[in-house]
């Protein structure tokens, strides 16, 4: 019996090690090849703990490129354009689950319909009203043409959905309105979906390159994505040192593997499910 038992965990185990093997090597890599000489990229076979510690690509990436100011631009337009989402968001789902009124489900095949427009479609007609509105090479072009998210109202109608009527009902007759029983009452119940908004939200705008390529123009407005592009387009007298690059892209993961560090215990199984039912 314990035999079958032992087999029946490796079987289970096994597979589980092998998935998050595949995911942590390239971080083991990418730190490997920080710390290497810049030549070590093209060896074969590759060393995975390296001879020589090349500490010093840390700080001569940092000085290679203007962190604290692509830190502040990355981090303040994906943090603005997770609020925005998540007000919008919730706005209408209220509207599209509390409110009646005449073809409100002929409004949400709308909504959801633009979940099916490639983003990149939207580029060319959002550029143009960037560019007349005078925003380029700004944080408002950065923020404010992703403030609504079909996505996002999906997921929080679907989450409005799950919250007991009898709840609202109760909260109307203690004389809440409109905006007390949004906030008061559906939104801390769906604190899940919010969760899981705000963190696909953030990840995905973090991770941005093409749209901030094109609004932006001047280094003091380069995103985390672009600078590091910039920095292995543009060769020193020695070629791209690789191992400054790789340094650079550890700068660059590490808040995301912070911020996924401190709020793991509220990406539950039931956070990342939520709104889906």
Not at 160 to 176: H, K, N, S, Y
Request: proline share 6%.
């Amino acid at each position: 019996m314990r035999a079958r038992r032992a087999l029946g965990a490796t079987l289970v185990h096994a597979p589980l090690l092998a998935a998050a093997a595949l995911v942590a090597v390239p971080f083991f890599w990418l730190v490997s090849l920080s710390l290497q000489e810049p030549q070590a990229l093209f060896r074969y076979p590759p060393r995975f703990i390296p001879e020589r510690f090349v500490w010093s690509s840390y700080p001569d990436a940092w000085r290679s490129l203007p962190f604290g100011r692509m830190y502040v631009n990355s981090i303040v337009s994906s943090a603005l354009i997770v609020v925005g989402q998540v007000i919008t968001s919730c706005l209408a789902a209220y509207g599209l689950t509390q409110l009646r009124f005449r073809g409100r489900q002929l409004a949400f095949l709308f909504i959801i319909s633009t979940m099916m427009v490639p983003i990149q479609a939207t580029f060319i007609p959002a550029y143009v009203i960037v560019s007349r509105l005078g925003w380029v090479d700004t944080f408002w072009a950065l923020v404010v043409p992703f403030v609504a998210s079909g996505f996002g109202v999906f997921l929080m109608r679907q989450a409005f959905l799950v919250v007991p009527q009898t709840l609202v009902e109760a909260a109307r007759i203690d004389g809440a309105g409109h905006w007390t029983i949004l906030t008061r009452v559906l939104m801390p119940l769906a604190r899940p979906a919010i969760i899981t908004l705000a963190a696909l939200s953030f990840t995905f705008h973090y991770n941005d390159f093409f749209w901030p390529l094109i609004v932006t123009n001047s280094a003091a407005m380069r995103t985390l994505p672009v600078g590091l592009a910039t920095m292995i387009l543009t060769e020193g007298s020695h070629g791209t040192q690789w191992n400054q690059v790789m340094a650079a892209d550890v700068f660059t993961v590490a808040p995301l593997f912070a911020a996924f560090v401190l709020l793991q215990r509220y990406l539950t199984p039931t956070s990342l499910t939520a709104g889906v039912k």
